[in-house]
Structures are given as C-alpha cells and as structure tokens.
C-alpha cells in the first residue's frame, strides 16, 4: 500500500479574472475548488491512474470536513487526524494570465497530535510506500521527516521524500527509495548553481552518496533526470503545449513514476509516466486524469547516458 503524508491541506479557491488592482472590485471570469498540498496531490493522481493509496495528516473545521468530503468524491481513500481548534487552510489562486497566490497558515499541530500520527505510521509493514511531500508548518520540528523515518527505519517500508533542502537532505542516512528534488532545490542541497546536464548530475551523484536509492530530477518544460540505483542514467524530454497550470506538476511526477514502477518494475518506463503525468497536469486546469497522462507518453523521448 502507500501512503501520503501532508501536514497541512488546503482548500484552493482559484479564480480567473480579467486583471488585478488594488483597491478595485473584480467579477470572476471563471473559478473552481480544487483540494490539495503536496501529498493530497499524490495520492489524488495515483487513485487516477488507478494505484490504491491512502492520504494521511491532519484537518480542522469545516473547511477539513469540506476537504475530506471533496476527497472522497474523487476516490481519494483518507485517514486524516482531526484537530479540535483551527480550520485546514483555504489558498487563493489568482490567474489573470500570470499566476498570484495568497496562502492561508493552516491550522496548529500541537505534539500530541504528531504522537498520532507517527502511531498510525508505526502500522507500516514492509513492503509499503511512504510519501512525505511538503514544507513542515509552523509549530512541527523542522527535521519531523528524519524522525519519521528514524522510527520506520529496519521495517521495509520505501521512503519517497520530495521537501526543500534540510528536510530532505536530513533523511538520506535512512536511504530513501526516491527523492525528487527540482533543478533549483538541487543546487540548493549542494551549495552552488547547477547550469549544465552535466553538474545536475554530478549534484545527483552526490545525493546518492549520501543515501538516496533513486534521484529524480524535475527541470519543469525541460523534463526530466533520473539516476537509480542500478547505476542507470535517464534524460526525458517533455512533450510541448501550452502551460496552464504551474501546481501540483512535481506532485503528479511523484505519481506517475510510483504507478509506473509499481506496473512494470522498470525506473525507464516509471520516468515516462511520471514526466507525462507531470506534463499532463501543467497543460490542464488541475491534475492529470489517466488518459490525459496516458495519452502522452508516446511524446515522452528518453535516452540513457
């Protein structure tokens, strides 16, 4: 089974609108609802291509309830822990032909609350997969992600972790199945800019060194590079259309490349899945169904090194 964590959901209210000006009125064009964070968009787009998981972590309030409620009108199994003050925190997405965020805080997690979930973690049997995607909210240790993984450590569960730079540099001793850091967090890791192919994957190499099995390196329109851990090297191109969408495109690389390797047990052709999943959710308004994925991989042109 696998499993997504996110610490702090949201509801997105995203809206389009002719232009954006203080202090003036504006009518929507266009506006939906959509329900996300990092691991909520994993497990949303593994259930689309027909990969059981379940979504973990935490809500709050109506709007958790909303969230829960919207979830499971689109196949998401969930588990979440429920908070008793705050509610799970509504974004504002505004697109007037670029893109303006306004992010909520998000409820407080208090250390009871993470006791639950790390119990509820402590189920985990070998053979699972654990996504741990996202930013730590305020009020939750900064390194929650190596302590997670300190206390499934020896059980055979895979660890997928996808987080900015301390987060995920902090549990490579536990040698996690995959991270997927983008090209600009990859420089991050390794202190210094990365402007070729070349010294992304060198970067790579040093993530791998340090513990990681797998490296998956998302570089937005350009695609992809993945190192394994048999020592293969994988450069992917990504079809061209017109971006639309510039959230939850790395969430649904994740997914496509577990729902790939899960159906062939082959990292060439779990790149191609997830750098169609990924490209499919950029060229449409939210994530990517299976077809609009599947429908693209024949564009998907990878090449080994």
Same mark, same amino acid.
């Given at each position: 089974?696998?499993?997504?964590?996110?610490?702090?959901?949201?509801?997105?209210?995203?809206?389009?609108?002719?232009?954006?000006?203080? &202090?003036?009125?504006?009518?929507?064009?266009?506006?939906?609802?959509?329900?996300?964070?990092?691991?909520?968009?994993?497990?949303?787009?593994?259930?689309?291509?027909?990969?059981?998981?379940?979504?973990?972590?935490?809500?709050?309030?109506?709007? &958790?309830?909303?969230?829960?409620?919207?979830?499971?009108?689109?196949?998401?199994?969930?588990?979440?822990?429920?908070?008793?003050?705050?509610?799970?925190?509504?974004?504002?997405?505004?697109?007037?032909?670029?893109?303006?965020?306004?992010?909520?805080?998000?409820?407080?997690?208090?250390?009871?609350?993470?006791?639950?979930?790390?119990?509820?973690?402590?189920?985990?049997?070998?053979?699972?997969?654990?996504?741990?995607?996202?930013?730590?909210?305020?009020?939750?240790?900064?390194?929650?992600?190596?302590?997670?993984?300190?206390?499934?450590?020896?059980? &055979?569960?895979? %660890?997928?972790?996808?987080?900015?730079?301390?987060?995920?540099?902090?549990?490579?001793?536990?040698?996690?199945?995959?991270?997927?850091?983008?090209?600009?967090?990859?420089?991050?890791?390794?202190?210094?800019?990365?402007?070729?192919?070349?010294?992304?994957?060198?970067?790579?190499?040093?993530?791998?060194?340090?513990?990681?099995?797998?490296?998956?390196?998302?570089?937005?329109?350009?695609?992809?590079?993945?190192?394994?851990?048999?020592?293969?090297?994988?450069?992917?191109?990504?079809?061209?259309?017109?971006?639309?969408?510039?959230?939850?495109?790395?969430?649904?690389?994740?997914?496509?490349?577990?729902?790939?390797?899960?159906?062939?047990?082959?990292?060439?052709?779990?790149?191609?899945?997830?750098?169609?999943?990924?490209?499919?959710?950029?060229?449409?308004?939210?994530?990517?169904?299976?077809?609009? %994925?599947?429908?693209?991989?024949?564009?998907?042109?990878?090449?080994?090194?």
């Amino acid at each position: 089974m696998i499993y997504t964590v996110t610490f702090n959901p949201a509801i997105d209210y995203v809206v389009h609108i002719s232009d954006l000006k203080p &202090g003036t009125i504006r009518r929507t064009t266009q506006e939906s609802l959509q329900f996300g964070g990092k691991g909520v968009n994993v497990s949303t787009v593994l259930g689309r291509l027909g990969v059981e998981n379940v979504a973990l972590g935490f809500v709050a309030g109506f709007t &958790g309830r909303a969230l829960e409620e919207g979830l499971a009108a689109d196949g998401v199994r969930t588990d979440f822990i429920r908070l008793h003050e705050g509610f799970t925190r509504i974004n504002v997405k505004i697109k007037t032909g670029a893109e303006s965020e306004i992010n909520g805080q998000g409820p407080a997690i208090s250390s009871d609350d993470l006791e639950m979930l790390l119990f509820q973690l402590s189920r985990l049997k070998a053979g699972d997969v654990l996504v741990l995607a996202g930013s730590a909210p305020t009020g939750v240790p900064e390194d929650i992600y190596r302590r997670i993984l300190a206390r499934l450590e020896g059980r &055979g569960v895979s %660890a997928v972790v996808d987080a900015e730079r301390g987060l995920l540099l902090e549990t490579l001793a536990y040698r996690p199945f995959l991270i997927k850091p983008n090209h600009r967090e990859l420089g991050e890791m390794v202190g210094r800019i990365l402007r070729t192919e070349e010294e992304l994957i060198d970067a790579a190499r040093e993530l791998q060194d340090k513990g990681a099995r797998n490296v998956l390196v998302s570089m937005a329109g350009e695609g992809a590079l993945l190192l394994d851990e048999t020592g293969g090297t994988y450069r992917a191109t990504a079809p061209r259309s017109k971006e639309r969408n510039s959230v939850g495109a790395g969430d649904a690389m994740v997914a496509g490349f577990l729902a790939g390797w899960q159906r062939t047990g082959s990292y060439e052709e779990a790149l191609r899945l997830g750098v169609a999943a990924g490209s499919a959710t950029a060229f449409s308004e939210e994530l990517a169904h299976r077809g609009e %994925a599947e429908a693209l991989l024949p564009q998907v042109v990878i090449t080994k090194r």
